[in-house]
């Protein structure tokens, strides 16, 4: 007879979770949200976890696992290995539970991210920058954790951090006034999935819990696909929170067994629903938050007339990402093409690009241009917003027909990454 060996975590140990978390994290709100519930014609609820004091779940797990230690391993001190909301949470613990902390992030993490760990954990943290990325933070704090005997506070593979994440799972259905029928969960290393997944698996389990992972990051996907968990040669790091190359092999285990189904959305989604939970909720989230809530698409059919839950992660986003959270939104929307434009070298061939080519409502978004005196065309790269997708298979016919055509430069990633 095979034993069982998979680690799940109980709902004794969550519930006791959930008591030792009273006062630390917050009780956030299970809200309806109007906008999308007419959207979907369903009844879309989120888990505002957004609403933290450290702006993400991040605390729950991180708190758990800390305030679990011995004696020893308190007077050795702890390290972390973290560019986000994982530090955050680890240095609100450290102040709060009065144990030493070296966090370690990567080199080119922005200042305003440093700032808020600083914030939280004052004196009781140091701020190590190591490295160019993640990888490299998390194999210098490993070589201090085994210098100097600390221990390591994993993002999300430990049991502690995982019945801290399922007091989420918890929240949801003590707070539900109807039987909930979907949950959207966003997956990054699996804590928070396989935490949640577990508690409605024995307290609600006609719900259908559904894994959403970037596009660009499908590193549980991809594990579940190959029965094994798999390590992602490259990823794409937009979606930072939920962006990792492998998951945890205790969170691959659980969620093996207890996922109804994963999925993967496009970053450029991800970034849409950012602009739209800003412009018509007032709602600021991370893309790592944002991504349960672009899955609802994806299951349109099966969700209508249903009790859905979202749960929204983060709001940990950096104002400077605005201007490419819009250009990713407006590429995925096929509303923002590149183009090599063959201008001729003469007086009034830009005015005429603009008065016989562009619409009336196209808007030139960028330009680089330099006169060259020896060429009879001279090749200028060309930023385009669309009002719509219908405007662009005119406008090119209308740039070949006038010879202003050199190239669409979309479909072209080696060309293209120097543009975004």
Do not use: W
Not at 370 to 377: C, L, Y
């Amino acid at each position: 007879m095979q034993v069982q060996t998979t680690y799940f975590p109980t709902l004794e140990a969550v519930e006791a979770a959930a008591l030792n978390l009273k006062g630390v994290a917050s009780v956030t709100p299970l809200m309806e949200n109007l906008q999308y519930s007419k959207q979907f014609d369903c009844n879309v609820l989120f888990k505002r976890e957004d609403l933290q004091q450290v702006r993400s779940y991040k605390i729950r797990g991180a708190y758990n696992k800390m305030s679990s230690l011995s004696a020893t391993e308190i007077e050795n001190g702890i390290v972390c290995a973290s560019a986000g909301n994982h530090a955050q949470g680890v240095a609100l613990s450290c102040k709060l539970l009065k144990v030493r902390g070296t966090i370690y992030m990567p080199s080119p993490t922005p200042k305003q991210k440093v700032q808020q760990v600083k914030m939280f954990g004052e004196d009781y943290i140091d701020i190590v920058l190591k490295g160019d990325t993640f990888d490299d933070a998390y194999h210098a704090a490993m070589e201090e954790c085994d210098r100097l005997n600390k221990t390591f506070i994993h993002p999300f593979n430990d049991s502690k951090v995982i019945e801290g994440q399922a007091t989420v799972g918890l929240e949801i259905i003590d707070q539900a006034e109807h039987p909930i029928h979907y949950v959207f969960v966003p997956v990054g290393g699996g804590g928070l999935s396989a935490g949640l997944s577990t508690v409605f698996k024995q307290l609600s389990p006609n719900t259908k819990i559904i894994g959403v992972e970037p596009e660009g990051a499908p590193s549980m996907s991809t594990s579940l696909r190959n029965n094994k968990n798999t390590v992602l040669k490259h990823i794409e790091k937009f979606v930072d929170g939920a962006a990792v190359q492998r998951v945890g092999d205790l969170n691959f285990e659980i969620c093996k067994q207890n996922l109804d189904d994963m999925v993967t959305v496009p970053e450029g989604k991800v970034c849409q629903t950012i602009l739209d939970l800003y412009n018509k909720d007032a709602i600021v989230v991370e893309p790592a938050g944002a991504l349960s809530i672009s899955a609802l698409s994806l299951y349109a059919e099966q969700i209508r007339g249903k009790n859905v839950v979202c749960v929204v992660s983060g709001s940990n986003n950096d104002i400077t990402r605005t201007a490419e959270i819009k250009e990713r939104a407006l590429l995925h929307a096929n509303l923002k093409h590149y183009f090599i434009i063959k201008f001729p070298q003469r007086a009034g061939a830009l005015k005429e690009f603009v008065a016989d080519i562009l619409g009336p409502t196209d808007d030139i978004t960028h330009f680089e241009y330099t006169k060259k005196t020896n060429r009879e065309n001279g090749a200028a790269v060309v930023g385009l917003e669309l009002k719509s997708q219908a405007d662009l298979e005119p406008l090119i016919t209308k740039m070949k027909l006038h010879n202003f055509y050199g190239d669409y430069l979309n479909d072209k990633p080696d060309l293209f990454q120097f543009l975004v």
